[in-house]
């Protein structure tokens, strides 16, 4: 099992930054990708970011690339997204997610119904 908890969330104007954080519990986190998903009001839940279990490898959604990145901490449990230059189009609920890999640091998931565990979420609102 692995628990997960999003902060960091808030109002912000665009053009403005703003970092996430996501805590996980368990012991195998290191072995997990972990990716960010956003939700917009009477949207589907979309893909954001995702990164290996070795944090080496990344993918981004193309609206988000060079503004967003994703970096984690295997060491405290943590994986992070700096969101930068923000749009008013970014405005969501942002949540963290966890797969396991089973080792594969090739493996990284974008679709959401890969993923194992999931955050409560934390809001994100970009004013123009």
């Known amino acids: 099992q692995v628990h997960l908890e999003e902060s960091g969330g808030g109002l912000v104007q665009a053009g403005g930054s703003l970092r996430l954080s996501c805590a996980a519990s368990?012991?195998?986190?290191?072995?997990?990708?972990m990716g960010w998903f956003r939700q917009a009001p009477w949207k589907e839940r979309e893909f954001v970011a995702v990164?290996?279990?070795?944090?080496?490898?990344?993918y981004y959604l193309d609206s988000v690339k060079g503004r967003f990145t994703i970096s984690r901490d295997n060491a405290k449990n943590t994986v992070a997204l700096q969101m930068n230059s923000l749009k008013p189009e970014d405005t969501a609920v942002y949540y963290c997610?966890?797969?396991?890999?089973?080792?594969?640091?090739?493996?990284?998931?974008?679709?959401?119904?890969?993923?194992?565990?999931w955050g409560q979420g934390t809001q994100v609102t970009v004013s123009s």
């Open positions: 997610a966890a797969r396991s890999t089973l080792g594969s640091r090739f493996y990284v998931p974008k679709a959401k119904d890969e993923y194992d565990y």
């Open positions: 368990g012991r195998t986190f290191s072995t997990y990708a």
């Open positions: 990164i290996s279990w070795s944090g080496d490898i990344t």
